[in-house]
């Protein structure tokens, strides 16, 4: 199986912490949509494998018209293989989705959403410069549930300098109180060239703090388990029947395409990478120009990849696929790497596996860098 990626590069405005790739005018959407269309119908050979997740990503892709989602849909459904059965995900923020917008996007076939919900608490809002508020938070998953959406995950951050534990145990009871089968959370990252870095270099925003951090996140593991979550990846936590599909094909090695702007595709042993400008993307398709760079993947790319990825989730590294896919010196550096790990209480051996225990999760980075092969 195989994935499509669409990268929807417009906002409303800005996020204080955002590094991704978007623009805050749509000055260009209708051109951008063809350009969309047209490079899904140029790829179409890239892929011979059955489509089984579609993931609409951005941006903010519930800003699109429906007529504009469904002729990009219309598009990828008459030049790829789909499987019967898809996960259609679509990222969408809470003010975009009124009740009538919900029934188009259901209509067009999306059967996931992923609400960008970041904080139910409306200081820590604004200081994300998001657009909706806490009311229009719980109101959109609400009015979700009750169109027929039960496939529903909301993204949330910790570690912000006005995140105090008691918001972050609201923010994560709400999680319980509306039953959400899915949450994804992330610790928030100062990016450069963004608000959030210039307000910190300013002094109008206190750093990070690494031990806040630390705590929330161990907090956030204890409250999902007792919520019945599991966490199958360092920051995402669902029931079992509600893992993120299209993210564990990425964590799994499966292929993928992705069109737009930014995005990246994975296939053939290759990497591909679109331009992050939407002016040079569109051109690029219109004028066939060139509009991506691309990398084969060598051997120490493929083993550092695959820890990076397989490491931070519960199916963790299985030692046969090391064995029998790298080379002899890279399986020699791996066992020695590994070894000290595994007489550690980070790391633990299940069977032909090797996975990180609960102390482990809390040094993911630290472990995944002794292990790569450099």
Same mark, same amino acid.
């Given at each position: ?8 590069p ?17 000055? +260009? &959407? ?33 800003l ?18 789909? /499987?019967?059965?898809i996960?259609?995900t ?7 989705l009124?009740?009538? &917008? ?10 996931? %959403? ?13 200081f994300?410069?998001?657009? +909706? ?12 549930q ?14 912000s ?6 918001i972050?145990?609201?923010? %994560? ?5 509306f ?18 870095? +210039? ?17 929330q996140f ?6 999902t388990?007792e919520?019945? %979550? ?8 669902g ?14 090695? /499966? ?8 995005? +990246? ?13 939407n ?27 695959y ?8 199916w963790?590294i ?6 029998n896919?790298?080379?002899?010196e890279?399986?020699t ?6 070894a000290?790990y595994?007489?550690?209480?980070y ?26 092969y450099?």
């Open positions: 199986m195989a994935g499509i990626y669409i990268h929807i417009f906002c409303k405005q800005s996020c204080s912490y955002c590094d991704f790739h978007f623009s805050t005018s749509l000055k +260009h &959407k209708s051109d951008l949509i063809r350009a969309l269309v047209k490079e899904i119908e140029e790829r179409k050979n890239q892929l011979t494998s059955p489509i089984n997740t579609l993931y609409f990503g951005g941006g903010t892709p519930s699109l018209d429906v007529d504009d989602l469904k002729l990009i849909v219309d598009a990828i459904y008459k030049n790829y293989a789909i /499987a019967d059965k996960e259609f679509l990222e969408c923020n809470p003010d975009d009124s009740q009538e &917008k919900l029934k188009e996007f259901n209509n067009v076939g999306v059967n996931r %959403l992923s609400i960008g919900v970041q904080s139910f608490n409306n200081k820590e809002l604004k994300f410069n998001r657009v +909706h508020n806490s009311s229009e938070a719980e109101s959109s998953i609400k009015r979700s009750d169109i027929g959406f039960d496939n529903i995950t909301i993204d949330l951050i910790y570690g300098p006005i995140l105090t534990d008691e972050w145990l609201n923010n %994560l009871q709400k999680v319980n109180d039953r959400v089968p899915h949450l994804s959370a992330y610790g928030l990252t100062v990016e450069s060239k963004t608000a959030l870095a +210039h307000q910190i270099k300013l002094g109008q925003t206190p750093n990070l703090n690494d031990e806040k951090m630390i705590a161990k907090t956030l593991i204890q409250k388990k919520f019945g %979550l599991t966490q199958y990846e360092v920051s995402n936590f029931r079992e029947d509600f893992y993120s599909q299209h993210n564990s094909n990425y964590w799994k090695g /499966a292929e993928y395409l992705g069109f737009g702007p930014s995005a +990246h595709s994975y296939t053939n042993n290759k990497r591909f990478w679109n331009v992050s400008n002016i040079k993307y569109i051109n690029g398709i219109t004028n066939n120009q060139g509009y991506y760079e691309e990398e084969n993947i060598d051997e120490q790319t493929s083993f550092n990849e820890i990076l990825t397989r490491l931070r989730t519960i963790g299985e030692l046969d696929y090391i064995k896919n790298y080379s002899q890279i399986n550096h791996f066992e020695q790497e590994l000290p595994l007489n550690s209480s790391l633990q051996q299940i069977n032909n596996k090797v996975v990180l225990t609960d102390e482990g999760i809390l040094i993911t980075d630290k472990i995944t860098s002794d292990l790569f450099v």
